[in-house]
């Protein structure tokens, strides 16, 4: 059984930052990608970025050049640094895994960003 669980979201002004983390249970965590996604109130779930075994990534337009995934596959850990933040930005993050068949998520965490 594979448990997700995302901490570090917050309340942060435009133009702040704030960096997610999700710890990972279970074995293999190294060799399946991982993923963050949002969901705005109101609106459906959308990728934010995602990380390969290997450590390629591939981010959404709207958050290129200010948000950087990572991971730390010692650490069953996956990262995203959030800087530049919009309040465009303001939604429940939430971590993604994918083995063979099955959708893995958190529990999500907030991030609200004022302007």
């Known amino acids: 059984q594979v448990q997700l669980v995302e901490s570090g979201g917050g309340l942060v002004q435009a133009g702040g930052s704030l960096r997610l983390s999700c710890a990972a249970s279970?074995?293999?965590?190294?060799?399946?990608?991982m993923g963050w996604y949002r969901q705005a109130p109101g609106k459906q779930r959308e990728l934010v970025a995602v990380?390969?075994?290997?450590?390629?990534?591939n981010y959404a337009d709207s958050v290129k050049g200010r948000f950087a995934i990572s991971r730390d596959n010692a650490k069953n850990t996956v990262l995203l640094q959030m800087n530049s933040l919009k309040v465009e930005d303001t939604a429940v993050y939430y971590c993604?895994?994918?083995?063979?068949?099955?959708?893995?998520w958190g529990q999500g965490t907030q991030v609200t960003v004022s302007s």
């Open positions: 990380i390969t075994s290997g450590g390629g990534t």
């Open positions: 993604h895994q994918r083995r063979f068949a099955n959708d893995y």
């Open positions: 279970g074995s293999m965590f190294s060799i399946f990608p």
